[in-house]
T-cell receptor, first 113, second 115 residues
Framework: GNSVTQMEGPVTLSEEAFLTINCTYT??????LFWYVQYPGEGLQLLLK?????DKGSNKGFEATYRKETTSFHLEKGSVQVSDSAVYFC????????????FGTGTKLQVIP | DSGVTQTPKHLITATGQRVTLRCSPR?????VYWYQQSLDQGLQFLIQ???????AKGNILERFSAQQFPDLHSELNLSSLELGDSALYFC??????????????FGPGTRLTVL
């Protein structure tokens, strides 16, 4: 079946540090890949997505590249801010005629001033 | 603000009871999805409706049911509640039936506490 594996958190970084959150997946067919962010007390918000191999999704300084050869979609940001503190979820949607999303377990990021 | 609304925000009830959670999708979206988020199970897909019809089913218990009405709002009914049903329940919506490139927009969630 389909699955998403994320690096375990929490991840604690100082402001302006470089961020990488690893995500790998297992899927049949050609999935689309997403990163969602959940701020404390809120629902999930789409951060970025990529729908085919070698696509790069980007938003708010975050980037992730769909790597089919390594089945990965790692999230990166060059300089994190305190306001980036949240839980980040990697997710995949596979092409099956309907949209069934498989989420990773989430990685909590804490950025300290 | 995603445009997806959920009510109520919090719900506290007792074991054995039945509750109804409500979701209004973004204007124009035809698909509604329900998710359960708990500490031990993570974020689990429950069920999807598209334009009033059930489209996909995930890890939804038999004690749970959902429907989507002609005005496209959806309700998730949870019955014979158990302590383990305590969780955050999210609704999401998307514009189409759910092709792999569709984006789902999430509501703020309903926190259910079963005592």
């Amino acid at each position: 079946g389909n699955s998403v594996t994320q690096m375990e958190g929490p991840v604690t970084l100082s402001e302006e540090a470089f961020l990488t959150i690893n995500c790998t997946y297992t899927a049949t067919g050609y999935p689309s890949l997403f990163w969602y962010v959940q701020y404390p007390g809120e629902g999930l918000q789409l951060l970025l997505k990529a729908t085919k191999a070698d696509d790069k999704g980007s938003n708010k300084g975050f980037e992730a590249t769909y790597r089919k050869e390594t089945t990965s979609f790692h999230l990166e940001k060059g300089s994190v801010q305190v306001s980036d503190s949240a839980v980040y979820f990697c997710a995949l949607v596979y092409s099956g005629g309907y949209q069934k999303v498989t989420f990773g377990t989430g990685t909590k990021l804490q950025v300290i001033p | 603000d995603s445009g997806v609304t959920q009510t109520p925000k919090h719900l506290i009830t007792a074991t054995g009871q039945r509750v109804t959670l409500r979701c209004s999708p973004r204007s124009g979206d035809l698909s509604v999805y329900w998710y359960q988020q708990s500490l031990d199970q993570g974020l689990q897909f429950l069920i999807q409706y598209y334009n009033g019809e059930e489209r996909a089913k995930g890890n939804i218990l038999e004690r749970f049911s959902a429907q989507q009405f002609p005005d496209l709002h959806s309700e998730l009914n949870l019955s014979s509640l158990e302590l383990g049903d305590s969780a955050l329940y999210f609704c999401a919506s998307s514009s189409a039936a759910g092709g792999r490139t569709d984006t789902q927009y999430f509501g703020p969630g309903t926190r259910l506490t079963v005592l």
